[in-house]
Each structure stands twice: as structure tokens, then as C-alpha cells.
């Protein structure tokens, strides 16, 4: 026989092997997230202080140095702490199973509303009093919200509305609640959301800004809904999340609402926070893979998947002109690269990777395994989770705009970009199912994401 013809059989034996066990790993290896993971709570500890630290250290930095337009030493400093205080350490700390979260508890949760109102309270008396106190995104409404150059009184308002939103959705949790209490709560919410958000009053905005007509009936329609389904007797067999708390997870991410006029950086932080107690805490957190546990297993697969996304999405978005070549940075800053890769990872990632991951993919997962039982293959019930979780992904990020320097049409470049989201939201999920865990996808998320904005001058939303 041949050499040549000998070497063509050994790569074609070689190819076969290779695609089989790339095969084999993508069938099996998703399916651990439907396990029920353990978690080490020192190491989950060690990391919330240590993640706390960067993301403080990279949101002053940038306040501070790379903003466009750079805000005071001190102004930075008291809006990095806000950020990373009561935004962003609640969230890292509970995926801690720390003993100060109890499980559905209303103690927890009444300590938490009045830290949360005692912390906004103390934030904006300290933004206000700051010489430079027109830096803080939400002054200038906050200080006109419902009556005109009224900071004290407006802002009491404020914290009146924020106390009856939280409120709502631990009553509608309640079976027990009375009918009427619970509707006194969700009217001053309604009230609240309703005034800040028209022109009504508030002249902070034109007569002709209408928003309050449309959000406030909808709230009012998913607290009804709320009200309804807790009537409802509990079902015989609970295999996890199910249609019955989709209103608690919709008035949780609804409270988004509240602090966007006037607008707060750790606003989305809030919507997670009452995710997670009402809904996560309320099952155990592994049930959702909460938590951000580092291994070292997972930093290989880390690896691997950052490789395989560049692979992926760089060709593809160049192709496509979401990457153009043309903007690309041979040497960024290092202080650039540090500040984009941890803020993307902390402000955006662990928003995005527990409401969808811990959230919506858990979701999928458990209406899959109620309505599929024995007859879906776990193969089918982890890729269906995974897909249409992706697919979803994709589809929320449509209403992104282009920069000046994308040459595509707008139609095209939401096509572009949902796309782009689909096939980067495949590797978080395959992050979060192979690890059930968080902080894969978080890191994942945020390199895809620094690296399109840094090195291609990608026109993604760095809301930070």
C-alpha cells in the first residue's frame, strides 16, 4: 500500500476521532446543569470581596479617567461606592448562601427594603450636598420629579415610591395577605410610577412625554395577574419554575422602571436583587446554579470557549460589518482593556448572565422537564434550553443602534446584531450548563464584549 495513501487514512482516522469527541462533549457535557450542583460557600465569599474591589476600583477609574467628559476625584468616588454598595455587593454576597439570607423569609426581606431605602436615602443626601452635584445622572430629574426645584420633597416621593414597589412583590408571594393591604401597596406604586413618568406635573419633563399611560397599566395588569395566581391552589408536583411565577418574575424585572427616570447606574442591580429573593431564595440556589464559584476546571473550559467565540464571531461579524476591520486598535491602553473587560463582566455580565441564565434558562429547563417528563432525552431538554434561551438573548438585543462608523442600515444592523447576540449567548449558556455556574459566563461575557468595543470599536451599550 502506498505511503501517501497510508498518511490520507491516519487523518481521516484522526478527523473521526476528533469530531466524535467534540460531538460527545457537546451532548453530555450541557447536560450537568440538570443536576443540582453543591457549592463551596468560602470560596464564593472570597470572590464577592475580591470582584467587589475591581469593579470599584475599574467604575472610578473610568468616571474618573475615561469618560468623555471626566468627573471630580470625589464625585467618582462616591458613585463608584453606590454602584458596587448597593448594586452590585447584595447580588455577589447572597450567592454566598450566606445565614443572613433565609430563604423566603419576610425577615430578610423587610432588612433588605429598608437597607435598600437607607442606602438611596444616604446617597443622594451625600450626591446632593457634593460641589459638583449635577455629575450624578439622576439630579437634574430627581430635583424636578414631581414639583419644580424641590429636592427634599421630591425625593421623599422617591423613596416612598421605591419602598411600595419592593413591597409589592413579597405580598403577592404571601397567600396570607390581606386583599386590601395588598392593593393600598401596589396603588402607591402605581401612583408613583404614573406621575414620574408623565408630564402631568413633574417638570422635568414636556407635557407631551406620556410614558406613565402605557407602563402603568401593565404593572397594574401583571400585580392582577400576581394577585390571581396566588389564589390559585399550589400544584400537585413541582418540578421547579413554572407559569405560576412568571408575574413575580415580571414585577421584579418591571422595577427597572423606577430608576430609570430618574436614572441610577445600579438601577438594573435593584431588579436582580428582588429576583433573587423573591424567586431564587425562595427554591435554593442550586435549583438555579447560583453562584459564582470559582474552579479551575471551569477556567479550562473558560479557555476553550473564549477561543472558540473569537473563532466564531470575530470572522463573522467582520463579514458582516459589525467588526469593521478598518477601526481596528493595534494598542489599546491597558488601563482602557482593565477598566472595559471588568466593568462589561460586572455591570453587564452578571446582570445579564442571572436574569437569563439563572433565570430564563432555568425556566425553559423546568417547563421542559414538566411538559416533555420521560419522553425528552436529557440531550434535547439541555440543548432545548439552551437554544431557545440564545434565540430569546438575540432577540432583546434588536432595538441596539449603530454608531457613525457602521455603514449597514439600521434594519440590517438589528438583523446583525441579534444574530451576533444569538451565537454569543450560545457560549454563555454552554458556560453556565457545563459549570452550573455563574462566573464562566460573566468573565466570558465580559471579554466578547470589551473586546469588540476596545479593539473594533463595536457600538455596544457600555452602560456604565
Known sequence: MPIPKQMRQLQNAVSSVSVSSVSHWLATAPQAFLRSPQFSSRREQRLAI????????????????????????????????????IGGFPVLWWASGTPDVDPGGDKVAQRWQGRLLLSLGLYI????????????????????LIFANQGGLNVLIFLGGV????????????????????????????????????????PAFPKAYTEGFIITPIYLLLCLWGD????QP???????????????????LFSLYWFSRPS???????AVQLFILVIILGRGRSHFGYSFEPRWRDARLLAALVLMALVTLVPLGTLLGFLPLD?????????????????????VGIFEEVIFRSGLMILVRDLLRHYGGDRLPPVVTAWGAILICALLFGVLHIGNKPNADIELPLIAYRGVYMLMATLASIFY??????????WAGVVLHGLVDAIAVVFFGAALVAPF
Not at 467587589?52 to 470625589?74: D, K
Open 50 to 85: 475580591a470582584a467587589c474591589g475591581l469593579w470599584f476600583w475599574a467604575q472610578f477609574l473610568y468616571l474618573h479617567y475615561l469618560s468623555s467628559n471626566p468627573w471630580p476625584w470625589l464625585e467618582s468616588l462616591v458613585e463608584s461606592a453606590a454602584v458596587v454598595i
Open 125 to 144: 443626601a451625600i450626591g446632593l450636598a457634593l460641589p459638583q452635584a449635577s455629575r450624578f445622572p439622576w439630579h437634574r430629574t430627581l430635583t424636578n
Open 163 to 202: 419602598g411600595a414597589m419592593v413591597r409589592v412583590p413579597f405580598l403577592l408571594r404571601q397567600k396570607t395577605t390581606p386583599p386590601p393591604l395588598l392593593w393600598a401597596w401596589i396603588s402607591g406604586a402605581a401612583f408613583y410610577l404614573f406621575f414620574s413618568h408623565t408630564g402631568l406635573i413633574s
Open 228 to 231: 390571581w395566581q396566588r389564589r
Open 234 to 252: 399550589p400544584r400537585a408536583t413541582s418540578t421547579g419554575l413554572g407559569w405560576q411565577e412568571i408575574p413575580l418574575i415580571a414585577l421584579s
Open 264 to 270: 441610577f447606574r445600579f438601577g438594573p442591580f435593584v
Open 327 to 347: 477601526q481596528f486598535n493595534f494598542t489599546p491602553s491597558p488601563l482602557a482593556v482593565f477598566v472595559y473587560v471588568t466593568l462589561f463582566a460586572m455591570r
Open 429 to 438: 449558556c454552554l458556560a453556565f450548563a457545563c459549570t452550573q455556574r455563574l
